[in-house]
């Protein structure tokens, strides 16, 4: 017989949920579903679900740190999306139920060490958010409230990410610097031989945005439109070192290079 929900229940469902007692264990104590708990309780966030923890008050910022994640995501980052449906049965009332299962995350991808524990770093500075690499350097990120923040100035993946439009605020142009030095960490090119700073991307419109953001920071760049792609290509080498510069150490030691 099915057990009706009264206020009184409800009131001790969700204490229990607040006080971090599993949901198999209300259902248990209540002759109830899980399901059914999770359908009148689903306002109150378990305490110990990881994917839902509150990012920190000081995450609301566009700092230097996040714009410096903005950047190697949208060089090496991508955006996922999955819906699941599945049958689920319940023994205690030998009923099956649809289940909708919905998951987001974010993953960065970079084979450099560096640039891996560089990435880590910023995540614990800005979120408090400690992650781990998996294999060919893949970094994921599962946290909603932390995929909700950084999809607020743009999408991740070649075709989809974009420069973040705060950054062509006159008061965010050191943070538009650290978007484009991990920009090119994660994706860029100096060229020895060309003696030049290139960036290359399948998204013509993004990086023409980024274009006109370096003129906007004047560093002078041409842009090219080529069949399979478009690139940026900056000459004045030393203006570029000098406002913006490189993170990675290999990058950074072609930099020097080319402007002895």
Known sequence: MKRKVTPQILKEIILLKKKGTKISEISTKFNLSDRTINKYSKKIPHPNKKSIISNPASAKKLTKHKSELLGFLCSEGNDNDYTDNYMSYDPRRNKSYLRKTKREWIN????DLSLQNRFIFLMNKVYDYPLKVYKKGT???KRKEVVKD???YTLFGSKKWKVPN????KKYENQAKYFIRSF????????LVKKSVIIDSTNKNSLKEMSNLLKKLKINNKYYDFKNGYRIVIKDVRTYKKLIGCFHCNKKEKLNIICK
């Open 166 to 169: 705060e950054l062509f605020d």
């Open 184 to 191: 090119v960490d994660g994706d860029g090119t100096i060229d």
């Open 108 to 111: 960065f991808s970079n084979t």
């Open 150 to 152: 950084l999809r607020k």
């Open 139 to 141: 970094i994921y990120l």
